[in-house]
């Protein structure tokens, strides 16, 4: 073969690698969907006792919130995240990501009633949209504990140090009612269920991982096969779907 025809050839061979690799590397991400359930006739959530501010607080009919049913059986908050050290994060997922995940006070609960973060990219913005005074009480293990007044309007930034491996609780002294939960991870792939149960979580690597389910009144989501709520799938590129997750009531009595 003369040089020039290998040169050719070599620059043949690197423009069909470039052809190929391109889309076989665009392809190495998955999706993955699912429902979670609850089996049987949902709970009607109880309204809570207001003891504090009646005269604002009083006004939202508040209810309990540790376990939200839909009318179709959707079981809303249950967190599912990926439970594997140094996970690959797709390099738009960090483009995207917002600086700041809120937690408000607002209308004597806090919104959202589970937040998730990455640590070292986001950090918690603690806000207070109500007329009255709030705190936020947390306490995350291994890490530093914070529990800031917030007057009416009032705002504070918090930074994780530590990933924690269940939601912390998050509660107001000032008005006992009121809790929510924040889950600072290593990486961004953590999804909250909207209220009919759905989650997505996008943009996963393909290939093998261990998950994680947790609710706060079940904590590990511990159905079927799934041993403390862990369970591992193989992510294929493109859409995982789950499909629907059954859940026994029983489940969130203990």
Not at 59 to 82: C, P, Q, R, T
Not at 200 to 219: D, I, R, V
Request: proline share 7%; with cysteine.
């Amino acid at each position: 073969m003369s040089f020039r025809s290998l040169g050719r050839f070599v620059l043949t061979l690197a423009v069909c690698c470039l052809l190929f690799a391109t889309p076989s590397s665009a392809a190495e991400w998955g999706n993955l969907t699912g429902r979670f359930v609850l089996s049987g006739a949902a709970p009607t959530p109880a309204k809570l006792n207001i003891t504090k501010d009646t005269a604002f607080c009083g006004k939202h009919n508040l209810v309990d919130e540790s376990l939200l049913v839909g009318s179709d059986g959707g079981v809303a908050n249950i967190v599912l995240y990926v439970r594997d050290r140094g996970v690959a994060v797709h390099p738009d997922l960090e483009a995207e990501l917002p600086a700041e995940v809120t937690l408000d006070n607002k209308n004597c609960r806090f919104e959202p009633h589970v937040a998730a973060l990455w640590i070292g990219k986001q950090s918690l913005a603690l806000l207070n949209s109500d007329p009255v005074g709030h705190n936020s009480n947390l306490q995350p293990i291994g890490d530093v504990g914070i529990n800031p007044l917030l007057p009416a309007g009032g705002e504070i930034k918090h930074a994780f140090n530590r990933k924690q491996n269940i939601p912390v609780p998050v509660s107001c002294n000032i008005h006992p009612w009121m809790t929510a939960y924040v889950l600072p991870r290593d990486n961004p792939y953590t999804a909250v269920t909207a209220a009919d149960g759905t989650f997505k979580l996008e943009k996963l690597p393909a290939g093998e991982l261990e998950f994680q389910a947790w609710h706060e009144k079940s904590g590990y989501v511990a159905t079927g096969d799934w041993e403390r709520g862990r369970f591992t799938m193989t992510i294929q590129p493109g859409e995982n779907d789950l499909g629907v997750i059954k859940l026994d009531l029983k489940l969130f009595q203990k």
